[in-house]
């Protein structure tokens, strides 16, 4: 059983036999008064979004899925393609199912698949991915105040922020739960 | 995979990134006091760990041993107030249990003023004086929206606001019990879009510490600033009536037990006290937030150093 106080972004919940996922989580509490939780929910079944209010004092149950070991094989026209080691039993996930997920899968990755009776509905990553920068701006020298930024994008796609000494063709740490950048990475 | 480098310039980026933001906040702070002090306030500080706090029904004091850690400096700044210092500024940090979220931290930095004689419009042009301190320019822009400045910026009354902005009015929300949602969902997301806004004269029942207008008792002189949709400051003039102020406490301390929370005396010597203090007002300042303006910074987690989950 949750609280209002244990919503946040990527919370899974169960509302009316069905599971959501908060993509947006914001808690407001007007002038004194009492707090509204506004969340951004997608059915995980459906993909249809729903914007609720929460008012404290409500609980919600939490989404009974089940995890599945998998490692991701490849991504084709059908989706990306994850595959159970043990039965070489096959899902396929589309790229809207994903969401920013599928920016983080490198071939072969192990990831846990989460299903709802028996249908694949999610992935769970592991904290940390380590993908090399495609693109980003040259190290301008004597920009060496600590704190600098600029944006980079990665071979995935996918465009994040990183300190203004990471070089294109360099490899870094994201954290899959953040995106954000952690650290680069000596090979 | 190959351990990540540690070296000196690399640290940790989290907080390594927030260097020019952490710059721009000390220079803002700077500025504060500059502008506080020169007016002729007194810098003050007052203990963080407080017997009691004011009760109030919606905001959960953090419990320390039998004391609780201050959700706002008030009843130390009100007490200094009766003692007979005309013109006070502090900034401090407090503590809010179960305040989460982009423009929430649970513990967070308050600038609060008071000023003996001042009533709560005196405070409002405080407001557009402090901000024409910090941006001359009488120009912000946050996260791609600019709004002017200049004074004097829009007054609207709550009531008014209702009738512009809800989908029923103000009695209506009072009498449903739906006016924070209201206010929260409907009107708050639309105040301060093109200058900031001024939101006055609230239902005295949402004005545990505020004067009932003279012209209209059903109504308090309370007011909340509003900048792009953003609460930074909630203002007015005290309430001096020991006993009225009692009564109140006693309201609000009954909706706090009542929903469950830990009970506390109230502060006995703060409403001795308060018989003394003269006409004044007060007004607190969310100081983290007036830096995300300032700073263009989407999340109250990107002015603070370290927010609760870094630590």
Same mark, same amino acid.
């Given at each position: 059983m949750y609280t209002c106080s244990d919503l946040r972004k990527g919370l899974k919940l169960m509302i009316e036999g069905e599971p959501y996922v908060i993509i947006q989580f914001d808690f407001t509490k007007p002038g004194k008064g009492q707090a509204l939780y506004k969340c951004k929910m997608r059915n995980m079944l459906n993909g249809n979004i729903y914007d609720r209010t929460y008012r404290s004092g409500e609980t919600f149950d939490e989404a009974n899925l089940e995890d599945r070991s998998m490692q991701f094989l490849y991504k084709d026209e059908s989706g990306y393609v994850f595959m159970d080691q043990q039965s070489y039993e096959q899902i396929t996930l589309s790229e809207e199912t994903l969401g920013d997920d599928h920016f983080f899968l490198i071939d072969n990755m192990e990831v846990k698949i989460l299903t709802f009776n028996g249908q694949g509905i999610g992935v769970t990553l592991p904290n940390f991915v380590n993908l090399r920068i495609v693109k980003a701006d040259p190290w301008i020298k004597g920009d060496t105040a600590a704190g600098n930024s600029k944006p980079a994008t990665v071979e995935s796609g996918y465009t994040l922020q990183v300190p203004s000494?990471?070089?294109?063709?360099?490899? #870094?740490? #994201?954290? @899959? +739960?953040?995106?954000?950048?952690? @650290? +680069?990475?000596?090979? | 995979?190959?351990?990540a480098s540690k070296n000196k310039t690399e640290g940790c980026w989290p907080l390594a990134r927030k260097q020019p933001t952490l710059w721009n906040r000390a220079r803002i702070l700077q500025s504060i006091r500059d502008f506080f002090t020169s007016r002729g306030f007194l810098e003050v500080e007052t203990p963080q760990r407080i017997p009691s706090n004011a009760p109030e029904a919606y905001i959960v004091p953090l419990a320390s041993g039998a004391w609780c850690l201050q959700t706002s400096p008030e009843l130390c700044m009100k007490r200094l107030l009766a003692a007979g210092y005309p013109k006070l500024f502090q900034i401090c940090h407090c503590f809010r249990q179960e305040e989460r979220g982009n423009r929430h931290l649970p513990e967070f930095t308050l600038l609060e003023w008071y000023e003996a004689g001042a009533d709560y419009r005196r405070q409002m042009r405080d407001c557009e004086d402090l901000l024409a301190a910090l941006l001359p320019e009488l120009e912000l822009t946050w996260r791609g929206r600019r709004i002017n400045l200049m004074p004097p910026w829009e007054r609207l009354s709550v009531a008014d606001a209702f009738d512009s902005y809800a989908s029923c009015s103000l009695e209506e929300a009072l009498e449903e019990e739906r006016f924070d949602a209201?206010?929260?969902v409907e009107i708050e997301p639309r105040l301060g879009m093109l200058r900031p806004t001024l939101l006055y004269d609230y239902p005295a029942e949402k004005a545990a510490l505020? =004067? =009932?207008?003279?012209?209209d008792p059903r109504f308090a002189e309370r007011f909340e600033l509003y900048i792009l949709g953003m609460e930074l400051a909630n203002g007015f003039s005290e309430l001096t009536d020991s006993q009225e102020q009692r009564r109140r406490f006693e309201d609000e301390e009954r909706l706090r037990r009542s929903g469950g929370q830990t009970p506390y005396p109230l502060p006995e010597k703060f409403l001795e006290e308060l018989a003394a203090m003269p006409n004044a007002a007060g007004i607190a300042l969310g100081i983290d937030r007036l830096i995300m303006l300032l700073t263009d910074s989407s999340s109250i987690d990107d002015v603070v150093a370290f927010p609760p989950e870094l630590l």
């Open positions: 000494f990471v070089e294109e063709g360099e490899m #870094i740490q #994201i954290d @899959t +739960r953040t995106g954000e950048y952690v @650290t +680069r990475v000596k090979e | 995979m190959s351990p209201i206010m929260g505020a =004067r =009932r207008k003279a012209s």
